[in-house]
């Protein structure tokens, strides 16, 4: 499989052969499997404190003819407060009370992350490059590829040493992919809720993604770019060739950057740099003793 390569001007230099990786199937499973295993990856646990809502001295007299049984006063037989003298205050502990417990609070020990192969998270990463190869894909998601013939979109290197953003942007329109960028700008939403408060409170739909070789000033100069990613060959993920599971990202890759992609695709590292170490449980023997000052019952 070829591709042109073209020059900062937009002019075609020459051809040239593409990885072996470009003539892998589209798997839309995998890709779809392996942005939300990504995904999960960035989800933290979050968990209620144990004792909430039980730190109180409301106690359950189920026997009629106990101490400070409520026995013939007209009222529920519930979880009240011990009083002075016999006497017994509001309804607490139970989730229907005030400041009582909640009925279903969240679990610190759910299992979060959704696990996936190495080898079968390779399959979909050089699945998800040979879908940056197709234009029908490309247009499925939305991106304005009229001017183009075909793809991938292959330029040569000096485009990495460009370290100003007009000089990119001049680069996109000879390439003929400036008008997805400025749909993107123009699509930008503000977020609703307290979302649009907080950093980053608007939603870019996600445009051309720039493949380098490695730490080069093209990075810079287009980092500010709206819905533009810059990501190295070497580090490559799902999310970024596939934003929101849906393969065929408009993508420009550098001549330096075919290279780094060896004959079996993509490199995928050992240890994902997304993961997360795993949360300490929250019922040990040693949290539940200093949480609650008892041993645990765990067996």
Known sequence: MKANVYSIDGAVLRETELPQVFEEDVRQELISRA????????YQPKGAFPRAGLQTTAEYRGRKED???????GISRLPREKLPKGKFGKVRRVPLAVSGRRAHPPDPNKTLIEKMNRKEYGKALNSAIAASADISLAKA???????????????EDKFESLKR???????????????????????AKKRTGVQ??????????????????????????ARNICGVDVAKADKLTASLLAPGTHPGRLTLWTEAALKKL?????????????AQSKPRRANTKQNTRQITGKKSKQK
């Open 196 to 221: 649009a408060r907080r950093r980053g409170g608007k939603r870019t739909p996600s445009s051309v993604l720039v493949v380098v070789s490695g730490d080069v000033d093209v990075a810079r100069g």
């Open 67 to 73: 101490y400070r049984s409520i026995k013939n006063h």
């Open 141 to 155: 998601r939305g991106h304005v590829v009229d001017g183009l013939k075909a793809l991938p979109l292959v330029i």
């Open 35 to 42: 942005v939300i295993h990504e995904q999960s990856l960035k």
């Open 262 to 274: 060896d004959g079996k695709g993509a490199v995928v590292p050992r240890t994902n740099p997304m």
């Open 165 to 187: 953003t007009k000089d990119v942007l001049k680069v996109f329109s000879s390439l003929g992919i400036d008008r997805d960028v400025e749909k993107s700008r123009e699509n």
